[in-house]
Each structure stands twice: as C-alpha cells, then as structure tokens.
C-alpha cells in the first residue's frame, strides 16, 4: 500500500533534518524550504537540498518570501539590529519591550505554514511537518503548541471540504539533547545541517542558535560533526 505523502518544512537546521527522519519513517517526502532574507539564506539553501538529496525526497520545493526582509523587526534580516550572542548583556538579546529574543521573525512560521499548506493540498499531501520547539528553545511565540493547534483549525476551516491536512510537531516538547539523540537514532544527517545565525564557512559558536545546538550535544555526549571558528 502506497504511503501517504507528507510536506516536510526544512531550514537546513538540526531540528527540521532531525522531522524529516521522523517524518520519513511513515511517509512519502516533499521537502519544502522558505527562503525570507535571512543572513545566512544561501548556507541554509545547501543545507536544504543536501538533505533533501539524502533522504531522495520525492517532490521539492524552495521559495522565497522576501517581504520579511523588507519588513525588518528582526536580528536575522535586518543587519543593523546586531544578533545577540552568549554572554553579552540581556538588553542586547531580548526585546526591551518583551521577553522574545531580537532574533524572532515577525509572524514567520504563520507564513511558512500557508505556503506549506497550499502545496499540501495541490500535491495531496496529508501531513506538515515542522520541527518546532517549545520547551528548550529560544521562546518564539509562534514555536507554541497552542499556535499549532489553532493554525490547523485555520487549515480545516480555509481549505476545500473534502482537504484534509494536518500539522504535526514532533520536536514540540523534545530538550536538545533529546533531539540530538532521536537524530543519531534514526540515522540522520546532521553533518549535513546548518544552525548559525551569522556565518556560513563555520559557524560562529557564539548565537544564541549555535548555543543551543552545542548545549544539546553536549547534554546527548555527542560530538558536534559541523566545523565552528577558533
């Protein structure tokens, strides 16, 4: 029996590398990659399709929404707002208005799931993929369980009657270090991955992303397979 066929969100990052083997257990891939203006897009875009090409991901799509880059309101797209590194003062890492870190995209994984969810119903596909994380993870509002729950129901009330699509999460709960391992579990390529903010030879080890990574590595007693600066 033919498997159904998943939409499978990837960045190029450990998270989305490590959905996409879980993803790949079950179902039929197509890898789905949004570039938004990010200052590490084109090192992102290799990662994408070295892990597409790993998992031979049947349908494959990129697309670029670079509005986001226009809006700004972000350390990721817009050069003049630094990205905040460990151990610099908090003023420099988070909003001065809330707790959400500088490097927060405006709304941006609502975006990437409507692009998700057109191709989804064009292709048939039954399943999104996406590889948030709420409980060890830098606090983005739209990496809330909650989000996803009201973003499928925007799906099942927009989509054709007969659609039937559904979002699933399955780093959602997960600490890096268990996502590390559930990678190395299943074999994926997390050599092949990509996390840092702002370089794209090797990575900086000083983001708030590299942070995270190089903490769930450690946590998980694995060695890190990408190569950092120093």
Known sequence: MKKDLAVVLVSGGMDS?????IANQEYRLAFLHVNYG???????LRAFNEIAD????EKRLTVSIEHLKVIGGSALTDTNIPIPETGAPQSTIRNPQSAIPTT???FRNAHLLSIATSWAEVIGATKIFIGAVEEDSSGYPDCREKFY???NKAIEMGTKPETRIEIVTPLIHMKKSEIVKKGAELGAPLRLTWSCYQASEKACGRCE?????LKGFNEAGVKDP???EG
């Open 104 to 106: 927060y995209v405006p």
């Open 38 to 44: 990010q200052r590490t897009e084109a090192r992102e």
């Open 17 to 21: 590398c490590v959905t996409a083997a």
């Open 209 to 213: 992303s590299c942070a995270l990574r």
């Open 149 to 151: 729950r009201a973003f």
């Open 54 to 57: 790993f998992y031979r991901a």
């Open 226 to 228: 990408i190569p950092y």
